[in-house]
């Protein structure tokens, strides 16, 4: 109850035993108007004395949605998340962290009783956006200018910022010291280009051994860092043009699919694993090319790996990576705006953020966080560096069918079912399809 409604319910019953006083008979009930405001039944009861609310204050609560991740990343939060509810006694969040995310929160927000902050990755936003499930953050936000340029790109749409990336991840290259030892390679650095690269793969190849070059994937989220090298897109810059299928992403294919055509790099199936990082950490291949969620991985499962990380290679057209991230959006028809925004900020201002990638697993999206992140964690800096041209995996409504063709070309390119210009060909005409949808 709040003070307001405490003095007016106090009033009225002075008034009443006033009245009753001066009649010389009881008073009747009076129906209270915090029971009116909580949908109590009160006729036919006595009304109950007021209790005393001085000193405290509504608390408001607030739901964060989110999918699971390691045991200390999801311990992590929660410690973020204690630590907020401890400083904001009027506001307290429930982390919640649920399986069939995505099915789940379809369900929220189509049944109209939606979380009050929730998880979106950038190749998310734009179905959201579309669908106005998504409060913009312009003007809700602090300190925007600190965010990476290409961080807040992937949050903006048609101008509009919707909402502050949590943290990121980047392409790198990871090497085996060992096995670069033993091929008496040099090892790789940041100025390392494709063809210092594949120089590399063909000598540490060493098909008796079992032990390939590098480790690649039939994954469009790998590959496409070899077309933005090359100096290749996906579509135009207003996303109403396929523009996948150019002599740059031929050059981009080639050079990708080349490596296992070669010999001198095989994929994760081909060396009994499940995605590169196993591959790598069981020593089958010498390189792979994943994100900084690499580390923790091998830290756990691989820890006598002895190896190093360096940026990608530049291609024909320059330095290129991906930048992976998730955001926290409002939704639109949300009941506490002002509060979740409140929560928001603090998870993507200094102190919060912070707190939360300190941990090492996530990499901070403020740039003024940069230098105490790699003092803390130096052999990581190469992904960090890569937010300078890091390009956000985001596209338009309904590219997922997109992804599934190129992901479905790359495989059949790799068993040389399919030819690098069709796996062009078959990704441009459904990409059309989706963008004139």
Do not use: H
């Not at 900084?292 to 290129?320: K, M, R, T």
Request: glycine share 8%.
């Amino acid at each position: 109850m709040n003070k307001q409604s405490y003095w007016t319910i106090l009033a009225m019953l002075l008034l009443t035993m006033l009245l009753a006083a001066c009649g010389g008979g009881s008073a009747e009930p009076v129906a209270t108007q915090g029971e009116e405001e909580t949908g109590s039944e009160t006729s036919g009861e006595t009304a109950e004395e007021p209790e005393s609310t001085s000193g405290e204050s509504e608390v408001t609560e607030l739901q964060l949605m989110g999918w699971a991740s390691s045991e200390a990343e999801n311990d992590r939060l929660q410690e973020v998340i204690d630590e907020f509810n401890a400083n904001n006694p009027d506001l307290n969040v429930t982390l919640n962290l649920v399986p069939d995310y995505d099915t789940k929160l379809q369900t929220s927000l189509a049944g109209g009783s939606p979380p009050d902050v929730f998880y979106i990755d950038s190749f998310r936003l734009p179905d959201f956006v579309a669908a106005d499930s998504i409060e913009p953050a312009e003007g809700q936000l602090e300190n925007v200018d600190d965010f990476y340029p290409s961080l807040r790109e992937a949050f903006t749409i048609d101008d509009t910022l919707y909402c502050p990336p949590k943290d990121f991840s980047t392409l790198g290259l990871q090497y085996n010291k060992a096995l670069f030892d033993a091929a008496g390679v040099e090892y790789p650095t940041n100025d390392w280009t494709w063809d210092d690269l594949r120089a590399a793969a063909e000598q540490l190849t060493d098909e008796e051994n079992g032990v390939y070059g590098m480790v690649v994937s039939a994954d469009f989220a790998r590959w496409i860092a070899f077309l933005y090298q090359a100096g290749g897109s996906v579509t135009n810059s207003d996303f109403t043009e396929m523009t996948i299928n150019s002599p740059e992403a031929m050059e981009a294919m080639n050079f990708y699919v080349g490596l296992v055509e070669d010999g001198f790099a095989a994929t994760p199936a081909g060396l009994d694993s499940g995605w590169p990082g196993e591959a790598f950490g069981k020593e089958s291949a010498a390189m792979s090319m994943e994100g900084n969620w690499i580390a923790s991985f091998l830290n756990d499962q691989f820890p006598d790996v002895d190896y190093g990380v360096v940026q990608l290679p530049a291609g024909p057209a320059g330095e290129a990576t991906m930048a992976f991230t998730v955001c926290y959006g409002v939704p639109a028809i949300g009941e506490n705006k002002e509060a979740s925004f409140r929560l928001v900020n603090y998870l993507t201002g200094p102190e919060g953020m912070k707190r939360w990638t300190d941990l090492g697993l996530a990499m901070p999206t403020r740039a003024s966080l940069a230098d105490g992140w790699t003092a803390q964690y130096p052999e990581l800096e190469p992904f960090l560096a890569g937010a300078e041209n890091a390009n956000p995996w985001q596209f338009r409504p309904g590219f997922q069918d997109v992804l599934d063709t190129m992901n479905d070309g790359l495989q059949q390119a790799f068993s040389g079912t399919l030819l690098a210009e069709d796996v062009l060909s078959n990704t441009e005409e459904v990409g059309t399809e989706v963008l004139n949808r």
